[in-house]
């Protein structure tokens, strides 16, 4: 069982920024990889999301600017580096990964993926 493990979230003042990595141990991460978030009373969505060993990204309109996601050579981790923060940026933000051989269908939703973190929690004040 793969169990991806969120790390780097905490408080910021809006206009902030903050670095979130997700890891893998043990498990090169393959097909796409990304990251979700869900604020409270409201649907998870999709934020940020990589194609593994590409240089291919996508982002949801809301962070598209903001947000970069990347990983690393080893392909275990992937970050998400997020600035100029806003408070409508608050939520438990989650790594997504996929089952080897899966095929990625939609890099942002999560019918796309198999494995979940736990989620770290962001919250950004006005």
């Known amino acids: 069982q793969v169990q991806p493990v969120e790390s780097g979230g905490g408080s910021v003042q809006a206009g902030g920024s903050l670095r979130l990595s997700c890891t893998t141990s043990?498990?090169?991460?393959?097909?796409?990889v990304a990251w979700f978030r869900q604020a409270p009373g409201k649907a998870r969505e999709g934020v940020a999301g990589?194609?593994?060993?590409?240089?291919?990204?996508y982002y949801a309109d809301s962070v598209n600017g903001r947000f970069t996601i990347s990983q690393n050579n080893a392909k275990n981790t992937v970050y998400l580096q997020m600035n100029n923060l806003k408070p409508e940026d608050t939520a438990t933000y989650y790594c997504?990964?996929?089952?080897?051989?899966?095929?990625?269908?939609?890099?942002?939703?999560?019918?796309?993926?198999?494995?979940w973190g736990q989620g770290t929690q962001v919250t950004v004040s006005s």
């Open positions: 990589i194609y593994s060993g590409t240089p291919h990204t």
């Open positions: 043990g498990y090169t991460l393959s097909n796409c």
């Open positions: 997504a990964a996929q089952s080897p051989g899966a095929r990625c269908a939609t890099i942002l939703s999560d019918l796309t993926y198999d494995y």
